[in-house]
């Protein structure tokens, strides 16, 4: 086979031109990388929710300025297996207000898709516009089939947020894929679902007391939830419960009457993700909430 699907010819892929298609041609790619002009980018085959996901996996639900983070990224999962894979490339858009932009980058480890031996890698972050790019492609002529991590995506969260020190501030970080593109072996596109994901950043200050991630002292139960959630603090009184958007935004705030347990009633909110903060008499504690 001479030409790849779109009538484009093999011989393109050869870049240092000397008769084989391998690492060395992602040389001249990074080494151009942005400079084509009319460029096209392939549109993925939509995907929904019986499709195998693409996914960040966030392993906490908060983290502290100056953190640096791993974030697991896997294709298809227990449910739905990710089948006749060849390669994969994507996008993952950040907030640069919170993350050095220059640290972000994506490394393929070895993995089901593909290892040092029978794969091509690329990451490229554009640090300008706040987007990482990442592709992983087999070279061996067989698809494969699985599910499980494929990449990690690593970044440092900024010292400092909003240039404010004495009082505590936090913000919510989104983190989406944007362009993804799943094929076969023979350039087909394979539907797939993308699911982006999101944590708290805080930031501590000597003048509020201390935070606790994902506290062990706090419990959301049941979580993932539906219509009310009982929260329970075993070792210090509740004093505040504040639910959050994606967007940072408080959209709810209770008082509490110093209660070591509360049920919470969410009926009036949409399903999704939202963020819990619960200040008790010894700390402060942000915790993931889902609302199916």
Not at 72 to 93: C, E, H, K, R, V
Request: some cysteine; charged content about 15%; hydrophobic content about 35%.
């Amino acid at each position: 086979q001479d030409t790849i699907i779109g009538a484009i010819d093999h011989k393109f892929q050869d870049c240092n031109g000397d008769g084989t298609i391998n690492n060395d041609d992602t040389l001249a790619i990074n080494l151009n990388y942005g400079s084509t002009h009319t460029k096209t980018r392939h549109s993925a085959a939509r995907g929904q929710a019986t499709d195998p996901p693409l996914a960040m996996n966030i392993p906490q639900d908060s983290a502290s300025v100056g953190d640096t983070l791993h974030i697991p990224i896997t294709l298809g999962d227990s449910t739905i297996q990710a089948n006749d894979i060849y390669g994969i490339a994507f996008s993952i858009n950040y907030d640069a207000s919170l993350i050095d932009s220059t640290t972000f980058h994506i490394e393929f480890a070895p993995s089901w898709i593909g290892n040092n031996t029978n794969s091509l890698n690329l990451n490229h972050n554009n640090f300008d516009i706040a987007s990482c790019d990442g592709a992983q492609v087999r070279t061996d002529h067989q698809s494969t089939s699985g599910m499980g991590q494929i990449a990690i995506a690593h970044f440092i969260i900024i010292d400092n947020i909003d240039g404010k020190r004495q009082t505590f501030e936090s913000k919510i970080l989104n983190l989406n894929f944007a362009n993804v593109l799943l094929i076969g072996l023979n350039g087909e596109k394979i539907p797939v679902d993308p699911i982006s994901d999101s944590l708290v950043i805080y930031q501590l200050s000597t003048e509020t007391e201390p935070i606790q991630p994902t506290s062990p002292n706090i419990q959301l139960h049941p979580n993932p939830t539906r219509d009310q959630v009982t929260i329970t603090s075993p070792t210090a009184a509740i004093q505040e419960i504040q639910i959050l958007n994606l967007h940072g935004q408080t959209i709810s705030k209770t008082l509490i009457n110093k209660r070591n347990k509360i049920k919470l009633q969410l009926a009036n909110l949409s399903s999704g993700m939202y963020f819990i903060k619960v200040r008790t008499t010894t700390d402060l504690s942000i915790q993931r909430l889902i609302i199916r």
